[in-house]
């Protein structure tokens, strides 16, 4: 498999380096324990709120560190996660009379993780608190979880949480609120082909032509079945139907909507399939009142797109309208 890299033990340290220089001015990188942190903070007047998980997911979660989103985030190796050193380092650094806030997504690895550095911390008097991140509807359990997945919804609960700390939100709000985020995002994913980690010779799943796995993890794991692949449309179909009875989002819900890639599916496919789940949005009588088309939460150079619907209130929507500054542009 070819890649861009100069060799598969610096892949991700390299790639850190990399995002701090192109932002000098605002971010700072500890490479003894891949953490990327903004300049600006710690500051004891706000929350800080940190995140890592495995790398191979970008821009999750190392280029979601900014104004309004991200303070710090500590990567473990490709789909691997943080070892508990980086987290509780990670942590310290970042320790703030107000607290500190771990946002985990729930894979077996990062609760270990984190659930021991948050240990550790406390037992140093660092105040913490946690929200783990479960909005996968696909499957129960999978190779790397026990529960459902942590997925694109994750990206809400970042932005909500980074929004409400900017404006000086207390550590027990920002649980509150990203526990309420949690409680009303689903999310489900489907890949046409595998990826390839840095270092290996071969995906790590494999399709047919002309096949899907419905239900994917964002590591490969299996979904719900392999099948044969339709058109865009029955995917979208049978993704929003998946997702949209899971809560289940009523008639008249104003919502979220996001088509989410996962590495490897161009922007022209991606409008493709967000045509059809906004069309069905309408159908159901949901009110679309932001969508997101682009790569939030991707699995290397997977093809393939995940569907997320998050039911918005007052508060969520000033939340997502608030201004966010990260190193993941497009313009």
């Known amino acids: 498999m070819n890649k861009f890299m100069n060799s598969p033990e610096k892949f991700v340290a390299e790639m850190l380096e990399g995002i701090v220089l192109a932002n000098p001015d605002k971010l700072n990188l500890e490479p003894k324990y891949n953490c990327i942190y903004r300049k600006d903070r710690p500051n004891d007047d ?21 104004p309004g989103m991200l303070d710090a985030a500590c990567p473990g190796n490709v789909f691997a ?3 508990m050193e980086y987290v509780l380092e990670c942590t310290k650094l970042m320790n703030s009379k107000k607290g500190v806030l771990h946002l985990i997504n729930n894979y077996t690895g990062d609760r270990a993780a984190w659930d021991m550095a948050r240990e550790l911390a406390e037992a140093e008097d660092i105040k913490i608190g946690v929200v783990l991140i ?35 939100a207390s550590l027990e709000e920002l649980v ?3 526990e309420k985020v949690v409680g009303v995002v689903r999310t ?11 270092g290996k010779d071969k995906p790590i799943f494999e399709l047919a032509e002309g096949e ?4 994917v993890g964002i590591h490969g794991e299996k979904g719900r079945r392999r099948a044969k692949l339709p058109n865009a449309d029955a995917v979208v179909d049978e993704l929003f ?21 996962l590495g490897g599916t161009p922007p022209s496919e991606l409008f493709v399939l967000y045509r059809r789940a906004a069309l069905r949005s309408k159908d159901a009588g949901y009110k679309v009142v932001r969508n997101y088309v682009g790569n939030y939460c991707t699995s290397l150079e997977m093809a393939g797109f995940s569907l997320t619907l998050l039911r918005l209130d007052a508060e969520l929507k000033r939340l997502l309208e608030a201004p966010a500054d990260i190193p993941w542009k497009v313009f």
């Open 134 to 168: 479960n909005d996968d509807v696909a499957v129960m359990n999978s190779a790397y979880t026990v529960g459902r997945r942590g997925v694109a919804g994750n990206f809400f609960v970042i932005k909500a949480c980074g929004a409400a700390a900017a404006g000086g």
């Open 46 to 66: 706000y929350v800080s709120i940190i995140q890592g998980s495995g790398s191979g997911h970008e821009p999750a979660h190392v280029m979601a560190v900014g």
């Open 176 to 178: 509150k609120l990203g």
């Open 81 to 83: 996660a943080p070892p």
């Open 241 to 261: 139907d998946a997702v949209s009875k899971d809560l289940p989002y009523e008639k008249g819900d104003e919502v979220a909507l996001m088509i989410n890639g």
């Open 212 to 215: 899907m796995e419905m239900g």
């Open 188 to 198: 489900m994913g489907v890949a046409i082909s595998g990826c390839t980690p840095p």
